[in-house]
């Protein structure tokens, strides 16, 4: 059973707006999340919906969030993200990013007092479209330990660097740093299914393949690279919190958490974006990039290998089909929707979300 972009786009924004925001904001609320299926990262897309609408419903996400510059310079913007949604408010930065990088040539977006960004494909892909070199970076809640370290301290603080291309898949390198991110050990765990090695441990620091170790609390994600991941994760931590003046480390706030004592989740989040015709010719640096990826993906490849793919390309072409074809939704998310919308009213009585299936 498939569902179209529009159909899906369109019940999801009305949800967003049955919490409180505008209409302008339920639009890009939904865009970022749906992004998230369709390019096939499930893990960060509608599955979250239901933390998300609960969290605007009980006020611990302001509805309408007033993002706010709070120091006095056009390329060099640190923005205040007023505890509202991070798919509302990273978005709005986005722009803000994009515009001044296209006036000024680069600029850098920080933002504080913000939640969840979603995925990070969307905010790289976004730089990309623009005929701009971008680098994202967000943090998250503590899941991981310093290397060597065994108390939670970093989050899987993702980082994103894309760059344009003419007739290529755009490169958009999006990649959590740890050795996977935390949805994917959610997805895992109700699939019941074995995580591979190095991507977890207990509390004592040894090695688990159980992904319900780390869901239950009993664990945490380990660093992608070793200490590598480790680094980048505290590089990405450590900036969001004294460059955008975010929390860091301990102080987040789960984005899963319940109840009337949880604070809000309080990220941050860095936008780097250089414009590439400051440095000559966009045509020529496209021509470059596209030989470049072509030289890349004719390489040689080992036995059972089909194809060479550049960082964003997979999520490239899902894109491309799922637009076309439309996505499957997972059991519980599907249940999820059709629940939400009878609540909501968004769908009339006696109708199922199963009737505007493909
Ligand atoms: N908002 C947050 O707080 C947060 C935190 C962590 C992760 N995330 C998101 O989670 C998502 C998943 O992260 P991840 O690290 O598990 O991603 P991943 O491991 O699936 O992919 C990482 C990168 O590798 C590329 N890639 C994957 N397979 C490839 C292949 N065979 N050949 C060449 N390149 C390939 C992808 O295109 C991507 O750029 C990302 O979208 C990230 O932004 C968000």
Redesign the pocket.
């Known amino acids: 059973m498939k569902f179209k972009y529009d159909f899906l786009k369109n019940i999801v924004s009305q949800i967003f707006m049955k919490t409180g925001l505008t209409q302008e904001d339920a639009n890009r609320a939904s865009e970022v999340l749906l992004r998230?299926n369709f390019t096939g990262?499930d893990?960060?897309g509608l599955s979250r919906l239901e933390n998300y609408v609960y969290k605007l419903r009980t006020g611990k996400i302001n509805v309408h969030p007033n993002l706010r510059q709070i120091n006095d310079d056009e390329k060099l913007i640190k923005l205040d993200g007023d505890n509202g949604l991070?798919l509302v408010v990273a978005p709005r930065a986005l722009d803000i990013c994009i515009d001044a990088a296209k006036k000024h040539g680069i600029s850098c977006v920080t933002v504080n007092n913000s939640n969840?960004?979603?995925?990070?494909?969307y905010y790289g892909g976004k730089i990309a479209e623009n005929d701009l070199i971008g680098i994202v970076i967000?943090?998250?809640a503590p899941s991981m330990a310093p290397f060597g370290g065994i108390e939670k301290l970093l989050?899987?603080?993702?980082i994103?660097i894309s760059i344009p291309t003419g007739k290529s898949a755009p490169i958009?390198?999006?990649?959590?740093t740890?050795a996977?991110?935390?949805?994917?050990i959610e997805q895992f765990a109700l699939m019941n299914r074995e995580l591979e090695p190095n991507w977890a441990m207990d509390l004592e620091g040894n090695m688990t393949l159980d992904p319900k170790v780390v869901t239950s609390g009993n664990g945490m994600l380990m660093p992608?690279a070793r200490h590598k991941g480790y680094g980048l994760a505290l590089v990405v931590d450590i900036l969001c919190l004294a460059l955008a003046g975010a929390k860091a480390g301990k102080d987040i706030v789960s984005i899963r958490g319940r109840g009337d004592d949880i604070e809000h989740e309080g990220?941050g989040h860095m936008m780097l974006a250089i414009d590439i015709s400051r440095f000559g010719s966009k045509e020529e640096f496209k021509g470059k990039v596209d030989s470049y990826v072509e030289f890349i993906k004719n390489s040689e490849k080992k036995a059972g290998v089909e194809e060479?793919?550049?960082?964003?390309?997979?999520?490239y072409n899902r894109l491309n089909t799922n637009m076309e074809d439309g996505i499957d939704l997972k059991e519980n998310v599907y249940s999820y929707l059709e629940k939400i919308t009878r609540e909501y009213d968004i769908l009339t009585e006696g109708q199922s979300l199963k009737d505007f299936a493909q």
């Open positions: 998230s990262v893990s960060h991070g969840h960004f979603g995925v990070g494909n967000t943090n998250a989050g899987t603080n993702p994103v958009i390198l999006d990649m959590a740890s996977v991110a935390y949805g994917a992608m990220v060479i793919f550049t960082p964003g390309e997979i999520e």
